[in-house]
């Protein structure tokens, strides 16, 4: 990626992975950004993966050939991100490094020292002129508490106008990869499955960065963001506020012998001939957990089906609320359909788990399959889309 004259591409791009920080999928792979500014003095941001050390500082090297930068920048601890730093601080015993003070505390755990002797400490404010003329490269520091850590900066390099976001704004896949879905679908899933839970703490960056004049945006994972600008800031700011962003409804079930299955696809048939303007329906067992924690949070009416299991719910179902509620899950209208041979229980234990949520609204019209679909059945389905459909058409 050429970013500018001045600043390089010095990532790396991981196409081994098998699962993002342990857990997410990323068919696409996944890429660790750093990134070089130059100028009089010569700033790195950030490290990466501790599986690319050795070509981390070897594109370093290809960037300035025998010069030797002066600082390293760590806007971020977490270990994909922070795993090389030692090597590079041994690489270059005159190089400083920059970091929150926080930041300094978990190196010392992580490397056994904090670099007493050379380290920087930047917290919000803070600037590091990279020259000494008036048209030098400037850092400006952003605290960015729990966005998703609580050591994180970013950084604003003010002659190009480019926003340094630490985990703000990335996607998973590989940067030589192309992604046919665009943008926005992974970086959602990123978002939500990992920064979601942040809500307010985006809030408070994004107000921020609205009195920067932003011209590009160097994420630590994905690429570099550099034209609309504004439709990116305006993505982040509709998932942090928990708005809607799409108008439809997400419909999520479980089923043990296909009976659930059958209503909640019944239910979608009837919503789309009805008008719905989107209806998504998954399978919470066999489809990715995170997709479908995308997708509720990105459309504004969730349906939950469930398996009455052991007189309580189905475990997929009971892990996906849980998941939901762990990400603050709020301003959604909620339906609920539950399954049992012989004492229904599901529609009552998703409701109580939604309890001490925010501004969740649950539909008077509950559905009760009772082991299979029936013409009962039916009409219950029928009076629940009706419900869902008020204010979408």
């Known amino acids: 990626m050429n970013i500018s004259d001045c600043v390089k591409y010095v990532g790396v791009d991981d196409h081994k992975i098998d699962l993002f920080e342990g857990?997410?999928?990323?068919?696409?792979?996944?890429?660790?950004?750093?990134?070089?500014?130059?100028?009089?003095?010569?700033?790195?941001?950030?490290?990466?993966?501790?599986?690319?050390?050795?070509?981390?500082?070897?594109?370093?090297?290809?960037?300035?050939?025998?010069?030797?930068?002066?600082?390293?920048i760590v806007?971020?601890?977490?270990?994909?991100?922070?795993?090389?730093?030692?090597?590079?601080?041994?690489?270059?015993?005159?190089a400083k490094v920059v970091a929150s003070k926080m930041a300094f505390a978990m190196m010392k755990c992580y490397f056994g020292t904090d670099f007493a002797d050379r380290q920087i400490i930047a917290a919000e404010g803070f600037k590091l002129e990279l020259g000494s003329n008036s048209d030098c490269h400037v850092l400006n520091f952003i605290s960015a508490p729990n966005v998703h850590w609580?050591?994180?900066?970013?950084t604003?390099?003010?002659?190009?106008?480019?926003?340094f976001s630490a985990d703000g704004f990335g996607k998973f896949g590989a940067n030589d990869v192309e992604d046919s879905e665009g943008w926005a679908c992974e970086a959602r899933r990123y978002y939500f499955?990992?920064?979601?839970?942040?809500?307010?703490?985006?809030?408070?960056?994004?107000?921020?960065?609205?009195?920067?004049?932003?011209?590009?945006?160097?994420?630590?994972?994905g690429p570099v963001l550099d034209s609309e600008i504004e439709k990116y800031l305006n993505f982040y700011n509709t998932w942090s506020a928990y708005e809607v962003e799409t108008k439809g409804i997400f419909i999520a079930y479980t089923s043990v012998y296909g009976n659930t299955k059958k209503?909640?696809?019944?239910?979608?048939a009837l919503l789309?001939?009805?008008?719905?303007?989107?209806?998504?329906?998954?399978?919470?067992?066999?489809?990715?957990?995170?997709?479908?924690?995308?997708?509720?949070?990105?459309?504004g009416k969730l349906v939950l089906a469930s398996t009455t299991y052991n007189g309580e719910l189905f475990p997929k179902m009971r892990e996906f609320i849980e998941h939901l509620k762990e990400r603050n899950y709020q301003?959604?209208?909620?339906?609920?359909?539950?399954?049992?041979?012989?004492?229904?229980?599901?529609?009552?234990v998703m409701a109580d788990m939604f309890a001490d949520s925010k501004e969740i609204e649950l539909c008077s019209s509950k559905v009760t399959v009772k082991i299979a679909v029936n013409e009962e059945t039916e009409a219950q389905l029928e009076n629940l889309a009706d419900e869902l459909m008020a204010g979408l058409k």
């Not at 660790?32 to 090297?61: C, T």
């Not at 609580?150 to 970013?154: A, D, T, Y």
């Not at 539950?338 to 529609?347: K, Q």
């Open 23 to 72: 857990q997410f999928e990323v068919p696409l792979g996944m890429a660790y950004n750093s990134y070089v500014i130059l100028d009089e003095k010569i700033a790195v941001m950030d490290s990466v993966d501790q599986n690319f050390g050795d070509q981390w500082l070897k594109n370093i090297e290809n960037v300035l050939g025998t010069k030797s930068p002066d600082f390293l």
């Open 75 to 94: 806007q971020h601890m977490e270990m994909d991100h922070s795993a090389n730093i030692k090597l590079f601080m041994d690489k270059y015993p005159q």
């Open 150 to 154: 609580p050591e994180v900066l970013m």
């Open 156 to 163: 604003y390099e003010s002659k190009e106008k480019i926003l």
């Open 193 to 221: 499955g990992i920064v979601g839970k942040f809500g307010t703490n985006v809030q408070v960056v994004l107000k921020k960065a609205a009195g920067l004049q932003i011209e590009k945006i160097c994420p630590l994972h």
């Open 263 to 268: 209503a909640a696809e019944k239910l979608a």
């Open 272 to 299: 789309q001939a009805k008008g719905c303007p989107k209806v998504a329906i998954a399978d919470l067992a066999r489809e990715d957990t995170y997709e479908c924690i995308e997708d509720a949070f990105r459309y």
């Open 331 to 348: 301003k959604r209208t909620v339906a609920l359909i539950e399954n049992g041979s012989w004492a229904p229980r599901a529609a009552k």
